[in-house]
């Protein structure tokens, strides 16, 4: 069995030379990923956070890897609604926050390790949102040494990004390099998981939940198109 290093440096690989990734939803049965995963996300914070139910990283063992690996092996894995509480911003105002359960979360994880492998190597070396290594000192270092003569600069900010991203539009540009329908549903699944808010579930039409781990990498695969355009 291959360990999550190797598995992730092949899709790595496919995805800077440009290759379409194919039978990777085979790979979600390697029990290697979901260890990987919990190191990452173990210790976090929200690790002991309970989303519509009271699993935690506390309930973390290897029977709960092989249980999801079992499901997943039949299609048979569903996503629980996020449980929706709302977090106030600098301005103010509220921004509703999802939290997954642990299953989730873990599986989440395991799924964005695997998209990052491959897209990273295919953003755009301006794009410094929510990636590996890279964030809003990094952008501002290449602004101070790229455009030392400027005295202005154009901000812009897409309203409730998250919120609003299509589903339809989202999973196109994944069907577009990954050739596996079966990975392809379960991204679908998650997207149309909805969420639980005063014990009431909502259906989500469009957006990435907020909150998902996955969440950020989704965006930045959606918004790679516009980088391209611009």
Not at 120 to 129: A, I, K, L, V
Request: positive net charge.
């Amino acid at each position: 069995m291959r360990n999550a290093r190797t598995i992730l440096g092949i899709i790595r690989k496919r995805g800077a030379e440009g290759k379409s990734l194919d039978q990777i939803y085979r790979m979600l049965f390697n029990p290697e990923l979901y260890i990987a995963a919990y190191a990452k996300i173990g210790s976090n914070k929200g690790a002991m956070t309970k989303g519509v139910t009271d699993e935690t990283v506390d309930g973390m063992s290897h029977k709960k890897i092989h249980d999801i690996i079992s499901l997943l092996r039949n299609e048979r894995y569903k996503f629980s609604p996020a449980r929706r509480i709302y977090i106030k911003k600098k301005n103010g105002k509220m921004r509703p926050l999802g939290l997954p359960t642990w299953s989730d979360k873990l599986l989440q994880e395991v799924m964005r390790m695997i998209l990052e492998a491959y897209y990273e190597p295919q953003f755009s070396q301006f794009s410094h949102g929510f990636r590996p290594q890279r964030g809003c000192h990094t952008a501002l270092t290449v602004i101070a040494k790229t455009w030392t003569a400027s005295t202005w600069f154009i901000e812009g900010d897409i309203k409730g990004c998250f919120d609003n991203i299509d589903h339809e539009i989202l999973l196109h540009i994944l069907r577009e390099q990954i050739k596996d329908n079966r990975f392809i549903r379960l991204i679908e699944k998650l997207l149309y998981s909805g969420y639980m808010e005063e014990w009431k579930c909502h259906k989500t039409w469009s957006g990435t939940p907020q909150g998902g781990i996955i969440s950020p990498l989704l965006s930045n695969i959606y918004l790679n198109k516009l980088d391209q355009y611009v």
